[in-house]
């Protein structure tokens, strides 16, 4: 199984970005009841859960990010998305998106890189 994210890149302050991560190898219905979420980590700093969703589709997020970013799933597509809105310099991260299975088990994808200036 891979997570391939994509979607990064750089904003003005305020501005939107959607990340993506998709993830192949693995079956429908396997994707369907992990959970997934998206963390951030800035040098010097420890990865941070951003957002995560269920296999319910139910969400959690962080606080500093609440009212901005939408994490959604299409089960189909087997993607998991972000949605950011309202960008903030210190949104400024590499984004990692993570798949949790019922187990625990984790798969990492790669980084992608959300710059925003001021």
């Known amino acids: 199984v891979q997570l391939q994210a994509s979607g990064g890149g750089s904003v003005q302050a305020g501005g939107s970005l959607r990340l993506s991560c998709r993830a192949s190898?693995?079956?429908?219905?396997?994707?369907?009841?992990?959970?997934y979420g998206w963390y951030r980590q800035t040098p010097g700093k420890e990865r941070e859960l951003v957002a995560s969703?269920?296999?319910?589709?139910?969400?959690n997020y962080l606080e500093s990010v609440k009212g901005r970013f939408t994490i959604s799933k299409d089960n189909a597509k087997k993607t998991v998305y972000l949605q950011m809105n309202s960008l903030k310099p210190e949104d400024t991260a590499v984004y990692y998106c993570?798949?949790?299975?019922?187990?625990?088990?984790?798969?990492w994808g790669q980084g992608t890189q959300v710059t925003v200036s001021s």
């Open positions: 993570n798949q949790r299975s019922p187990v625990g088990d984790q798969i």
């Open positions: 190898g693995i079956i429908l219905s396997t994707f369907n009841i992990n959970a």
């Open positions: 969703i269920s296999s319910s589709r139910a969400t």
